[in-house]
Nanobody
Framework: QVQLVESGGGLVQAGGSLRLSCAASGRTFSVYAMGWFRQAPGKEREFIGGISRSGGSTYYADAVKGRFTISRDNAKNTVYLQMNSLKPDDTAVYYC??????????????????WGQGTQVTVSS
């Protein structure tokens, strides 16, 4: 079992920044890749980006490329999502997820085995 807890969400003005954290427990953190997703009201859950087990590889959706950065600290069992130049369209509940299988970073919801409870990010115009 893997438990994931997101934190760091909140209200920010357009153009501002936030850093989300996702703390993991239950299994050795470095054995699974991590992904970040978001879901806005009335929309499907959307892949934002992912990071490999070692942190050496990342992949981002076009919508956030150049603005968002994912990193991880395996010693602290934590993955981060640094969000810069935020836009009102970034408003959503943000989720981290763990992928226990060994394969390239996955972009689909079904590829991930464990999920956090989500944290709300609201960007005002």
């Amino acid at each position: 079992q893997v438990q994931l807890v997101e934190s760091g969400g909140g209200l920010v003005q357009a153009g501002g920044s936030l850093r989300l954290s996702c703390a993991a427990s239950g299994r050795t953190f470095s054995v699974y890749a991590m992904g970040w997703f978001r879901q806005a009201p009335g929309k499907e859950r959307e892949f934002i980006g992912g990071i490999s087990r070692s942190g050496g590889s990342t992949y981002y959706a076009d919508a956030v490329k150049g603005r968002f950065t994912i990193s991880r600290d395996n010693a602290k069992n934590t993955v981060y999502l640094q969000m810069n130049s935020l836009k009102p369209d970034d408003t959503a509940v943000y989720y981290c997820a763990a992928d226990l299988r060994v394969h390239p970073i996955q972009t689909t919801y079904s590829a991930y085995d464990y999920w956090g409870q989500g944290t709300q990010v609201t960007v005002s115009s």
